[in-house]
């Protein structure tokens, strides 16, 4: 699934392969043992501001695991609060104020995921484009390794690709 899925007619059914693509991408990224306060912590999933996913993002996670730790969403508008996040998706809606929170985030061991063409510039990680009527992704590898996450390469061969 992750090669790419045939882009959507609805903005509904886009986000429901958005939300699918996101909990792949925290499967094949490994952030060092600092990131999580424990063994047990779960990887939270955080979305910016306006939530595009209405409940989608939510009942895709619903009983998942990634490497043994349960999944945890949770939408805010609030900077501070992302710090305690493993994956922050920021809608374009909110990239006005993204390039604000991006040097908040930017020492952290976080995964960036985004869906404008500058997302990558701003220092995201991961954006979400579309290729021929499919949606696809970017990774943008030079700031995967600032955030200190290792992206896998199996996820890497199937990104478009990005030197930003």
């Not at 306006?50 to 989608?56: I, L």
Request: charged share 20%; hydrophobic share 45%.
């Amino acid at each position: 699934m992750l090669a790419g899925a045939s882009s959507p007619g609805t903005a509904s059914s886009e986000y429901e392969l958005k939300a699918a693509f996101l909990l792949s991408f925290a499967s094949f990224v490994e952030w060092p043992p600092a990131a999580f306060s424990g063994p047990e912590a779960p990887v939270a999933f955080c979305v910016f501001g306006n939530d595009p996913f209405g409940g989608t993002l939510n009942q895709v996670a619903k009983g998942k695991k990634i490497d043994g730790r349960a999944v945890l969403i949770r939408a805010t508008s609030d900077a501070a609060s992302l710090r305690s996040c493993h994956v922050v998706f920021a809608p374009g809606s909110e990239m006005r104020g993204y390039s604000k929170i991006a040097s908040t985030l930017s020492d952290l061991s976080i995964l960036t995921v985004g869906e404008t063409n500058d997302f990558s510039e701003s220092g995201g990680i991961v954006t979400f484009v579309t290729d021929d009527d499919r949606l696809r992704f970017g990774i943008n590898s030079l700031a995967a390794d600032r955030a200190h996450l290792k992206v896998s390469s199996r996820l890497l061969q199937l990104a478009l690709v990005s030197r930003h």
